[in-house]
C-alpha cells in the first residue's frame, strides 16, 4: 500500500469550509487505496496574528513563551481536520509535536529536528486511523514546546515523510507547483515540472518560500520524493527530483529575489591581518548572520572599505555593535542601507557553462541597474541592487534567460 504524507498550507486551511475539502481531499487519497498521514498548517494569518500578540506584550519576550503561542495555531487546524475526516467517515487523530515526540534544539522560533519516533503513527497507520499532525512544532529536551521558523510545516511534513518511510510528500499550497520565479511577480513565470534538490535549496535559500529551506536539506539527505502541487486544482505540481532524473535540463532554472537585505558599508578600514576576524568574530557572537561580503582595495594603501549584509531585522543591532567595536576594529565610518534586494540566478547548467553571470551583468546594466555587490556559487549567482528595482530586474533577467511562458 503506498505510504503519503500530505502537507496543507496556511490558505488551503484558512477556514472551516477549506478543512472541510481537505478531509474530501484526504478521503480520496483513502479510498484509493493509499495510507496517508497530513500535516496542517495554521489558518492563513493565524501565526502572524499569533507573533503581533507576543510583541504587543513585549518585544522583548521569553523565546521559550513565544513558542508556545505561536505553536497554538497548528492545534487549532490539526484538531478541526481530525474531526472534518471523521465527519466522513473516515478515522483519524490529531497528534501535537510533544505527542509524537518530534524532538528538537532548543534553539527556540528556528529550533532543528533532531529526532521523530513515528512509531505510535506507524501503528495507527497500519491499524486504518489517518494521523493529522500538527505542523511547526516540536518539543525539546527539556520538555518545552518549540517552533521550526516561518514555512516550518514543510519541514514537519519531510521529516515524518523521511521517519515514516513514505513513498512521498506532497506540499499542498496556494500555487499549483514550483515556478521559474514567484508567479506573483512575474506573471510570464513558467510551471516547472522537474526541479533538482540543489536547484531548489538554492531558489528557497535566497527567497522563494514555496518551500522551507530546511525541508529541501531534508528531502536531499533522506532521499525524500517531493512534490509541490495545489490544493485547489487537479492539475499535476512539480516534482523535485536529483539531478539524473531530469530529463531537459535548462541553463537557468530560476530567478528569484529576497527584499530581506541590508547593506552595511565600513570605510578605511585597516588593511592588515586579523581585521575581518575582528568585524565578523563580534557579529557571529551576537547571532547577526552575515551574507554577501566584497572588500576593496583602497587608493591609499593601507586602508580598505568593506562592504557586506545582514538580514533587515539585524541591521540596527549590527551598526549598534560595529560603533561599540569601532576602536578595537578600528575604522573611519560606518554608513547602512536598507533599500537594497538581493536577486539571485539558478541553474545547475551554471556547472557546464561559462557566461552566465556575463549575461546577467549585461542585461542590468542594459537597463541601467547598478550592481553594489556579487556573490557566486556553484549554481547560482546573487547580485545586490536598488531595493526599486527589484521587479524589473526579476522580470529582465526571466527573459534574458529565456523562462518566458510563451
Ligand atoms: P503555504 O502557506 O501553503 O505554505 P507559502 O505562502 O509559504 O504557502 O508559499 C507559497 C507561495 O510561494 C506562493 O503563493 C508564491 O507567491 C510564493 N513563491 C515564491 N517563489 C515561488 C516560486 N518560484 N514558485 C512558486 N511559488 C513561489
Ligand atoms: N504557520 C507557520 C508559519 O506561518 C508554519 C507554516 O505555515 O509552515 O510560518
Ligand atoms: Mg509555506
Redesign the pocket.
Known amino acids: 500500500m503506498p505510504r503519503l504524507v500530505k502537507?496543507?498550507?496556511?490558505?488551503?486551511v484558512a477556514d472551516v469550509q477549506r478543512i472541510k475539502a481537505v478531509a474530501a481531499r484526504v478521503k480520496r487519497a483513502v479510498d484509493a487505496g493509499h495510507e496517508v498521514a497530513v500535516v496542517v498548517?495554521a489558518m492563513?494569518g493565524a501565526t502572524n496574528q499569533l507573533v503581533d500578540y507576543a510583541n504587543a506584550v513585549n518585544v522583548l519576550h521569553d523565546s521559550s513563551e513565544h513558542d508556545v503561542v505561536v505553536a497554538s495555531g497548528e492545534q487549532v487546524t490539526a484538531g478541526l481536520l481530525a474531526m472534518a475526516l471523521q465527519d466522513l467517515g473516515v478515522p483519524a487523530r490529531s497528534w501535537l509535536g510533544w505527542q509524537i515526540p518530534i524532538r528538537t534544539d532548543t534553539a527556540h522560533s528556528r529550533a532543528r529536528i533532531l529526532d521523530i519516533d513515528a512509531s505510535d503513527l506507524d501503528r495507527a497507520m497500519h491499524e486504518g486511523t489517518v494521523p493529522v499532525i500538527a505542523g511547526f512544532q516540536g518539543i525539546a529536551a527539556d520538555g518545552r514546546v518549540t517552533t521550526l521558523g516561518r514555512?516550518g510545516?514543510?519541514t514537519t511534513a519531510v521529516a515524518l515523510a523521511a521517519a515514516l518511510k513514505a513513498d512521498r510528500c506532497d506540499?499542498?499550497?496556494?500555487?499549483d507547483?514550483?515556478?521559474?520565479?514567484?508567479?506573483?511577480?512575474v506573471s510570464r513565470?513558467r510551471?516547472?515540472r522537474q526541479i533538482t534538490f540543489e536547484e531548489m535549496l538554492e531558489?528557497a535559500s535566497v527567497?522563494?518560500?514555496?518551500?522551507?529551506t530546511r525541508s529541501v536539506e531534508l528531502a536531499m539527505n533522506h532521499g525524500v520524493r517531493v512534490q509541490?502541487l495545489s490544493?485547489f486544482e487537479d492539475v499535476p505540481g512539480?516534482m523535485v527530483v536529483s539531478e539524473e532524473e531530469i530529463v531537459e535540463q535548462a541553463l537557468v532554472s530560476?530567478v528569484?529575489y529576497s527584499r530581506d537585505e541590508a547593506k552595511i558599508t565600513l570605510l578605511r578600514v585597516a588593511d592588515k591581518p586579523g581585521v575581518a576576524a575582528g568585524i565578523f568574530g563580534p557579529l557571529a557572537e551576537a547571532n547577526i548572520n552575515v551574507d554577501m561580503i566584497v572588500q576593496n582595495i583602497s587608493a591609499e594603501g593601507d586602508t580598505t572599505d568593506l562592504t557586506f549584509t545582514v538580514a533587515k531585522a539585524d541591521l540596527a543591532r549590527a551598526v549598534a555593535l560595529l560603533e561599540e567595536c569601532r576602536s578595537s576594529i578600528g575604522y573611519g565610518n560606518v554608513l547602512s542601507d536598507a533599500n537594497v534586494v538581493k536577486v539571485s540566478v539558478i541553474g545547475v547548467g551554471m556547472r557546464s557553462h561559462a557566461g552566465i553571470a556575463a549575461q546577467m551583468f549585461r542585461a542590468l546594466a542594459d537597463k541601467g541597474i547598478n550592481i553594489q555587490v556579487i556573490t557566486t556559487s556553484e549554481i547560482k549567482v546573487s547580485v545586490l541592487i536598488d531595493e526599486a528595482y527589484a521587479e524589473l530586474a526579476a522580470r529582465t533577467l526571466h527573459t534574458t534567460y529565456g523562462l518566458d511562458a510563451a
Not at 7 to 12: A, D, E, N, P, Q
Not at 177 to 185: E, F, I, K, L, Q
Request: glycine share 16%; hydrophobic share 30%; aromatic share 8%.
Open positions: 502537507k496543507f498550507g496556511g490558505t488551503s498548517s492563513a514555512g510545516s514543510d506540499i499542498y499550497t496556494d500555487v507547483g514550483v515556478y521559474t520565479s514567484d508567479p506573483r511577480v513565470a510551471k516547472l531558489m527567497g522563494a518560500k514555496v518551500l522551507q509541490v490544493s512539480t530560476g528569484t
